[in-house]
């Protein structure tokens, strides 16, 4: 599981703490995998600039951010494609810095459309509110008959918030050098 926070402001690469600008309220779209291309068609111009609150000003290939948006380099994004991915929206941003300088136009959002079913949840911690819904999953255990097809890159159903990898496409990202990726691995049940 990818860790947005990445390395948590703390280090020298930049990190973002507040929202893209051009998509309004619609932000949420990108972290929770509802489509957005509809309200990104044309000249729709997004960007994002550094957390004035953080330090770092050195681009990596993922940008570690708050609002667990999936912000990538354009050539992670184009290594993620080689590999299996079901609905995957790539939607480019200029990036600005502190002082809303432009810094690069060569990221994107990866958006993973929709969301797999994969936990095993007797063995998974789950919080619900009253209503039933999800509130947090402090300990997530797949399970492995529910992977046989999923795809490279997806969210878990239950908090689709989340971003799974598969081994095969971490392996990729770790071969190709790429920066400021932190992957947690789950336990299988």
Not at 59 to 66: A, I, Y
Not at 110 to 126: E, F, K, R, Y
Not at 155 to 162: A, D, I, L
Request: contains cysteine.
């Amino acid at each position: 599981m990818l860790d947005t926070l990445a390395d948590r402001g703390q280090g020298e690469y930049c990190f973002m703490s507040d929202e893209p600008e051009g998509i309004g309220a619609s932000t949420y779209r990108l972290a929770l995998g509802d489509p957005l291309r509809e309200m990104v068609e044309g000249d729709v111009t997004l960007t994002w600039t550094f957390g004035a609150d953080y330090q770092g000003i050195k681009l990596s290939s993922f940008l570690g951010n708050t609002g667990r948006f999936l912000a990538v380099h354009r050539d992670v994004s184009d290594l993620v494609k080689r590999h299996r991915c079901d609905d995957l929206e790539v939607v480019p941003f200029m990036l600005r810095d502190h002082r809303k300088r432009v810094k690069s136009s060569d990221y994107v959002f990866l958006n993973p459309i929709g969301a797999v079913d994969c936990m095993n949840l007797a063995l998974s911690v789950v919080r619900r509110a009253r209503s039933g819904d999800v509130l947090d999953v402090p300990k997530m255990v797949l399970d492995p008959a529910k992977l046989v097809s999923a795809p490279d890159l997806f969210r878990v159903r239950e908090v689709p918030s989340r971003y799974l990898f598969s081994g095969d496409l971490v392996d990729a990202i770790r071969a190709a050098g790429f920066t400021n990726f932190v992957f947690r691995e789950l336990a299988m049940g």
